[in-house]
Antibody
Framework: EVQLVETGGGLVQPGRSLKLSCVAS????????MSWTRQAPGKGLEWVAS????????YYPDSVKGRFTISRDSAQNTLFLQMNSLRSEDTATYYC??????????WGQGVMVTVSS | DIVLTQSPALAVSLEQRATISCKTS??????????LHWYQQKSGQKPKLLIY???NLASGIPARFSGSGSGTDFTLTIDPVEADDIATYYC?????????FGGGTKLELK
C-alpha cells in the first residue's frame, strides 16, 4: 500500500523558513517523480514543485521559484520542501504527491503551514 | 500559463447524470494523448486521482465515472450519481509547466 506521510508544518512568521518532510513507503521510491501541491484554506489546488526520480531536475511555478527548494533522499525514501522567505499567501495545506511528470496518483494526508505574525 | 476553466458548482439529483466541464486556454493534446486529468476531493479529505489522459479510469475507480474530450474541451461524466460522489472535482493539465489545475466544480445535490 502506497503511503505518504508529511511532517514539519506549523505556524511561522513572515520572512522565516520552514522545512517539510514526506516519508514514502509501499513503492520503489527511486522509480518515481515526486511533487508538492498545496491548497489554501477554502481554495483550489496549486502545484508547488516537482523533482525527477533521479533528483537531477526540479521544477517550480513562478510563485515559489527562488524561495522553495524540493529535494529527495533515496536512502531514507524521503521527500523534502525547504521553504524560505515565507509569505502570508503561502498559508496552505501542503500535500506530498507521487508523480508530477504527468499525474499525481497518490497524495499524503497533508500538513498545514500557517504564515502569520 | 495554461488556464483551466471550470464552472464553480453543479446541482444534480441522485441517480441522474452529472457532466462537469473543463476548458483549457491552449491545446493540451500531445502526440495524440490528452494531457488532462481529473481528481475528486471530498470535504476534509485529500484529493484522489479519478481519470488520467482524458479518458483512462484510475485504479479502483468505479465505472460510473468516465472522461472524454480532446484539445481544449474536456468532460467528466458521472452516471448515475450516488450520494458518495458529492465532492469537488478538479481538472489538471500536464502539457506544460507550470502544472495547473482548474478552479474546481463542487457537485451538489438538488
Amino acid at each position: 500500500e502506497v503511503q505518504l506521510v508529511e511532517t514539519g508544518g506549523g505556524l511561522v512568521q513572515p520572512g522565516r523558513s520552514l522545512k517539510l518532510s514526506c516519508v514514502a513507503s509501499g513503492f520503489t521510491f527511486n522509480n518515481y517523480w515526486m511533487s508538492w501541491t498545496r491548497q489554501a484554506p477554502g481554495k483550489g489546488l496549486e502545484w508547488v514543485a516537482s523533482i525527477t526520480n533521479s533528483g537531477g531536475s526540479t521544477y517550480y511555478p513562478d510563485s515559489v521559484k527562488g524561495r522553495f527548494t524540493i529535494s529527495r533522499d533515496s536512502a531514507q525514501n524521503t521527500l523534502f520542501l525547504q521553504m524560505n522567505s515565507l509569505r502570508s499567501e503561502d498559508t496552505a495545506t501542503y500535500y506530498c504527491t507521487r508523480g508530477g511528470r504527468r499525474i499525481f496518483d497518490y497524495w499524503g494526508q497533508g500538513v498545514m503551514v500557517t504564515v502569520s505574525s | 500559463d495554461i488556464v483551466l476553466t471550470q464552472s464553480p458548482a453543479l446541482a444534480v439529483s441522485l441517480e441522474q447524470r452529472a457532466t462537469i466541464s473543463c476548458k483549457t486556454s491552449q491545446n493540451v493534446d500531445n502526440y495524440g494523448v490528452s494531457c488532462l486529468h481529473w481528481y475528486q476531493q471530498k470535504s476534509g479529505q485529500k484529493p484522489k486521482l479519478l481519470i488520467y489522459e482524458g479518458s483512462n479510469l484510475a485504479s479502483g475507480i468505479p465505472a460510473r465515472f468516465s472522461g472524454s474530450g480532446s484539445g481544449t474541451d474536456f468532460t467528466l461524466t458521472i452516471d448515475p450519481v450516488e450520494a458518495d460522489d458529492i465532492a469537488t472535482y478538479y481538472c489538471q493539465q500536464s502539457k506544460d509547466y507550470p502544472r495547473t489545475f482548474g478552479g474546481g466544480t463542487k457537485l451538489e445535490l438538488k
